[in-house]
């Protein structure tokens, strides 16, 4: 119901449905109804049992919308295959500028997909992964496309088993960049080694704030 209405919506900007139980069914109405509502900027879809399946059609969605700003779907378990899936959607989507996708047992394989839709992004702002499993190698592919990406401006990568080795990629990464402000890698497995290679990104970053 809340599907079919938004389809027709002309006035909603924002809705949050976080903390219900929507799972796969109501995430597939949901996303049919972004491929047309020219109202919605803020999506709310935080734990709500939405899987890998049917991320795509969240993807789907809002591929080509036009209006939506901001869509969380954190605390689902969408993994790898749903992130594929949704991030594929960045490529071509010029209007969100926040994702959120916290806690979604996202690993490297995800990581790497995400990485691949930060290089032809020109919208996002704001992106959170805290709390997935992407590790050293994810590190590396989030770590190099940002080299050149000149939009991403908060990136939050805590509490994803980064050690030594990822935070060498994300010092590179600082190093180049000169528009990421906010930086969060807190609740790793960074060591004093990590954290050298983070200090020395940072002597030629003149932007990082936080």
């Given amino acids: 119901h809340i599907g079919e209405a938004l389809k027709i919506n002309t006035v909603l900007t924002k ?40 991320a795509t059609f969240i993807g789907e969605g809002f591929k080509d919308n036009k209006a939506l700003t901001s869509l969380n779907l954190g605390g689902n378990s969408i993994g790898d295959e749903g992130a594929q899936h949704v991030v594929k959607a960045l490529k071509i989507n010029k209007a969100l500028t926040s994702l959120d996708l916290y806690g979604n047992g996202i690993g490297v394989q995800g990581a790497s997909h995400i990485g ?36 991403l401006t908060s990136l939050d990568l805590g509490g994803n088993n980064i050690p030594d080795e990822g935070a060498k990629y994300i010092g590179e990464a600082l190093r180049e960049n000169m ?11 960074i060591g004093p080694k990590g954290a050298k290679h983070i200090s020395e990104g940072l002597k030629s970053n003149t932007v990082l704030t936080t």
């Fill in 179 to 189: 528009v990421l402000t906010t930086l969060y890698l807190c609740g790793n497995s």
């Fill in 15 to 54: 809705l949050d449905l976080s903390h219900n139980e929507i799972g796969d069914e109501g995430a597939q109405h949901i996303g049919e109804a972004l491929k047309v509502n020219k109202a919605l900027t803020t999506l709310n879809l935080e734990n709500n049992l939405v899987g890998s399946e049917r």
């Fill in 116 to 151: 691949e839709a930060l290089k032809k992004n020109t919208a996002l702002t704001t992106l959170i992964l805290w709390g997935n499993k992407i590790g050293a190698e994810g590190a590396k592919h989030i770590g190099e496309p940002l080299m050149k990406n000149t939009v």
